[in-house]
């Protein structure tokens, strides 16, 4: 299968002016206040030989930054204000930077799965919940998706990718969205969460990483999964179900099955 094109982070956050207006305001008010204070001040105090109060010339110092009282005053603000917009900027740019090149990797790797098809390590489901064949919730969905991220656990860890057909055509979220007492991606994230949470137990939640991404205006959502290094159960009423992932499948053990497992690949 030819990999989409046009995939795209959902969460991306480029250099938007929005971004760089703020970062300058910002670092502009920070160099006047705290930075053009805090070397004067300690200038002041070196200068003292060490024994005057610091403190009171610190005080000092921001009450002359933010008198204006004379040009030369003015100009220093000016300076350390362009000082704390430049700093300001570039911490900004590194971040933003960072989480482009961070975002690449991820693009990437979206790319490489929906190539490859699902296997042993890789499963693509069409909706969280929503039944596209009945047009309405099933819950019996939302099993299906915890029994595959406890396989994933149980295993060697995987990715899951909802808003996928089998084929890896994108199919979106919307219709999933729409379920949820908070639609969108903040409520889906919330709702994968609580279904690890509730169906496989709250310590086992940091081992599944969510991240949206978008193709064509198309929500898909990946979760990466860890492998555990306890038996992850699945609860179901009153039993505790064991999974792990065969193939491209997600498949159950009986208890001999699971006891032996967890002995050759738990401990």
Request: proline share 3%; with cysteine.
């Amino acid at each position: 299968m030819k990999p989409p094109n046009g995939i795209h982070n959902q969460k991306r956050g480029g250099l938007n002016r929005q971004g760089l207006l703020i970062a300058i305001v910002l670092g502009f008010a920070v160099g006047i206040i705290i930075i053009q204070p805090l070397g004067i001040s300690l200038f002041q105090y070196d200068q003292s030989g060490d024994t005057g109060n610091w403190w009171y010339l610190f005080k000092n110092a921001v009450g002359q930054a933010l008198g204006f009282g004379d040009v030369d005053q003015i100009l220093k603000n000016i300076l350390f204000g362009i000082m704390g917009s430049s700093l300001a900027l570039m911490f900004y740019t590194r971040k933003t930077i960072f989480q482009l090149n961070r975002e690449k990797v991820g693009i990437t790797l979206i790319r490489e799965l929906l190539d490859k098809g699902e296997n042993h390590e890789v499963e693509f489901k069409s909706t969280l919940r929503w039944d596209l064949r009945q047009g309405k919730v099933n819950k019996a969905l939302e099993m299906v998706v915890a029994k595959t991220i406890a396989g994933f656990m149980n295993t060697e860890g995987g990715h899951l990718i909802i808003g996928v057909d089998d084929e890896g055509r994108i199919l979106g979220l919307e219709q999933d969205y729409g379920t949820l007492k908070k639609p969108g991606k903040d409520g889906f994230e919330q709702y994968i969460m609580q279904l690890v949470s509730f169906n496989l137990g709250t310590h086992f939640c940091p081992l599944a990483k969510v991240t949206f991404y978008q193709f064509e205006e198309k929500d898909i959502c990946y979760v990466r999964v860890y492998k555990s290094q306890k038996p992850v159960y699945l609860n179901l009423g009153d039993r505790s179900h064991f999974f792990i992932r065969t193939g491209n499948g997600t498949r159950e053990l009986d208890m001999p099955e699971a006891l032996d497992y967890m002995e050759t690949h738990l401990n």
